[in-house]
């Protein structure tokens, strides 16, 4: 059986929890579960882990744990379902959040640029904006600015131009037929790179992943315990830019507003510096090369 997900910065990511063994934690992005159980071999038998989901595909990696308990929804909903199994803080919230590995290679789900599949891209497969939605219905300017702000591709307008030209034709309705409209934007040279942008900045979109993190930091304080830690792994450049700012400001853009001695009341503070992973677990997980980790703990 192939490996579901290969969590990266697993125990410098658990470590930064600093974990109480008789503490509250979440898991924000369960997956395979490699974070969840790490924690949960930390915990003893009166600590508990809350892990979120929205992908239907991990229900098949639950931990048999009665500490456990797996909430089926989108952790920008983080406040509102603790709430709902009773809990107002936590010691410690985990975020991984890249793609699985799961999504990546399971052929249907359109994620990657390998396989032939109807675009997809849904990590919520109930959700009803898809990757077919976005490439063939969006403008051509709002594509134009998706490609740009999610892809960071500097050609964002004449590919978004290219797709509707050839959409206007035909529908494009497979990962396969999408790689074939941007093969004149693709260099042999650096044709994965491009193409991993291409997809990439569609499947931000498509599961509003820049939104859902803006929500989810902005609840962290209310969450929080007093000296809780949050570990963030993150691996896109604007995902890391938001998470940095808000542990320094509290703020996504802006300053904070200082007080009458000039100093700034922010909730959170950053611990240690930024983790990147060794050369030796890029080599052993590809996936891991891009990855930053911040964290943080609310004052």
Request: hydrophobic letters at 40%; aromatic letters at 10%.
């Given at each position: 059986?192939?490996?579901?997900?290969?969590?990266?910065?697993?125990?410098?990511?658990?470590?930064?929890?600093?974990?109480?063994?008789?503490?509250?934690?979440?898991?924000?992005?369960?997956?395979?579960?490699?974070?969840?159980?790490?924690?949960?071999?930390?915990?003893?038998?009166?600590?508990?882990?809350?892990?979120?989901?929205?992908?239907?595909?991990?229900?098949?990696?639950?931990?048999?744990?009665?500490?456990?308990?797996?909430?089926?929804q989108n952790f920008r909903f983080i406040k509102r379902y603790l709430r709902?199994?009773?809990?107002?803080?936590?010691d410690g919230i985990l975020a991984d959040l890249g793609v699985s590995s799961?999504?990546?290679?399971?052929?249907?789900?359109?994620?990657?640029?390998?396989?032939?599949?109807?675009?997809?891209?849904?990590?919520?497969?109930?959700?009803?904006?898809?990757?077919?939605?976005?490439?063939?219905?969006?403008?051509?300017?709002?594509?134009?600015?998706?490609?740009?702000?999610?892809?960071?591709?500097?050609?964002?307008?004449?590919?978004?131009?290219?797709?509707?030209?050839?959409?206007?034709?035909?529908?494009?309705?497979?990962?396969?037929?999408?790689?074939?409209?941007?093969?004149?934007?693709?260099?042999k040279s650096v044709e994965h790179k491009v193409l991993a942008q291409i997809?990439?900045?569609?499947?931000?979109?498509?599961?509003?992943?820049?939104?859902?993190?803006?929500?989810?930091?902005?609840?962290?304080?209310?969450?929080?315990?007093?000296?809780?830690?949050?570990?963030?792994?993150?691996?896109?450049?604007?995902?890391?830019?938001?998470?940095?700012?808000?542990?320094?400001?509290?703020?996504?853009?802006?300053?904070?507003?200082?007080?009458?001695?000039?100093?700034?009341?922010?909730?959170?503070?950053?611990?240690?510096?930024?983790?990147?992973?060794?050369?030796?677990?890029?080599?052993?997980?590809?996936?891991?090369?891009?990855?930053?980790?911040?964290?943080?703990?609310?004052?």
């Amino acid at each position: 059986m192939m490996e579901y997900h290969n969590p990266v910065l697993l125990k410098e990511s658990v470590d930064g929890l600093n974990i109480k063994p008789n503490g509250v934690y979440v898991d924000v992005t369960f997956g395979g579960g490699g974070h969840s159980k790490e924690i949960l071999s930390r915990l003893n038998e009166k600590g508990k882990l809350f892990a979120f989901d929205q992908d239907d595909d991990a229900k098949n990696n639950i931990i048999d744990d009665e500490r456990f308990t797996l909430i089926p929804q989108n952790f920008r909903f983080i406040k509102r379902y603790l709430r709902f199994y009773g809990v107002k803080k936590v010691d410690g919230i985990l975020a991984d959040l890249g793609v699985s590995s799961h999504q990546f290679d399971e052929a249907d789900r359109g994620f990657s640029t390998r396989f032939d599949a109807d675009l997809d891209m849904r990590m919520n497969q109930s959700d009803e904006l898809s990757a077919f939605q976005v490439v063939n219905f969006y403008t051509e300017e709002k594509l134009a600015d998706v490609l740009f702000q999610y892809g960071e591709l500097r050609n964002a307008r004449a590919i978004a131009k290219k797709i509707v030209e050839t959409r206007a034709e035909k529908k494009i309705r497979t990962s396969f037929q999408l790689k074939e409209v941007l093969s004149a934007f693709v260099p042999k040279s650096v044709e994965h790179k491009v193409l991993a942008q291409i997809f990439q900045a569609i499947r931000i979109e498509v599961n509003q992943e820049i939104e859902v993190l803006k929500e989810f930091l902005l609840q962290i304080p209310e969450v929080l315990n007093t000296e809780g830690r949050l570990s963030v792994i993150s691996y896109h450049s604007l995902e890391d830019r938001l998470v940095k700012r808000f542990i320094r400001n509290g703020l996504f853009e802006g300053e904070p507003e200082k007080d009458f001695y000039g100093n700034i009341n922010v909730p959170m503070k950053k611990v240690g510096k930024m983790i990147v992973p060794s050369f030796q677990e890029i080599k052993e997980n590809n996936r891991a090369r891009s990855a930053k980790l911040r964290i943080a703990t609310l004052k």
